[in-house]
């Protein structure tokens, strides 16, 4: 079945670009299917969406975040990526990579385990 | 602040059945479909109801969505100590062109 895994740094100076990484494993990523998604957690509050992105390499962002944010695909390693800019405490969170079924409406129906990030001097 | 709103908490008794409500607005819930996610502390969110009021395989039947206007309600009957989590609805918004979510709440089973 299909899996996704969160990886990058756990600890990002303030002011720095966040990376993380997700690897789908068991399907490919190279479908127009799905919407391969970001999410994130603050600590003890709700879930906020940060964006998706295409097979074909359209990406749609939260606006609140578009200024700083990327997200992009590798096809050839099946992954997707996220890339914040300017990070401050406020983007300490947990991260979560999600796979959104274009046959669910869009629901986010595979989730990765979460990653922690803290934005700490 | 959430765009859509859920209450903090709710509880219930095993057995019972409890409704947790999401309210948004003519540009999300009013105009898209609904979703609802179950948290148990420390995971990561599962689907548990999409398209309103669908269950994806796997969901127990007494897990339940509707939807009315602008508002929506997960139901849970029959209630069982294991349904003890978070649970988070979600949809599209027009209006900002993203997703929303509610706050979610913290289901007690006393």
């Known amino acids: 079945q299909v899996q996704l895994q969160e990886s990058g740094p756990g600890l990002v100076k303030p002011s720095q670009t966040l990376s993380l990484t997700c690897t789908v494993s068991?399907?490919?990523?190279?479908?127009?299917?799905?919407?391969w998604t970001w999410i994130r957690q603050h600590p003890g509050e709700g879930l906020e969406w940060i964006g998706y992105i295409y097979y074909s390499g359209t990406t749609y962002y939260n606006p609140s975040l578009k200024s700083r944010l990327s997200i992009s695909l590798d096809t050839s390693k099946n992954q997707f990526s996220l890339r914040l800019s300017s990070v401050t405490a406020a983007d300490t969170a947990v991260f979560y990579c999600?796979?959104?079924?274009?046959?669910?409406?869009?629901?986010?129906?595979?989730w990765g385990q979460g990653t922690t990030v803290t934005v700490s001097s | 602040q959430s765009v859509l709103t859920q209450p903090p908490s709710a509880s219930g008794t095993p057995g019972q059945r409890v409704t947790i409500s999401c309210s948004g607005s003519?540009?999300?819930?009013?105009?898209?479909?609904v979703k609802w996610y179950q948290q148990f502390p420390g995971a990561a969110p599962k689907l548990l109801i999409h398209n309103n009021d669908q269950r994806p395989s796997g969901v127990p039947y007494r897990f339940s969505g509707s939807k009315s206007g602008t508002s929506a309600s997960l139901a849970i009957s029959g209630l069982q100590s294991e349904d003890e989590a978070d649970y988070h609805c979600?949809?599209?918004?027009?209006?900002?062109?993203?997703?929303?979510f509610g706050g979610g709440t913290k289901l007690t089973v006393l």
């Open positions: 003519n540009s999300n819930i009013g105009f898209n479909t």
């Open positions: 979600a949809a599209w918004d027009e209006s900002l062109n993203g997703w929303v």
């Open positions: 068991g399907g490919s990523i190279n479908s127009g299917a799905y919407y």
């Open positions: 999600a796979r959104s079924n274009r046959a669910l409406r869009d629901a986010f129906d595979i």
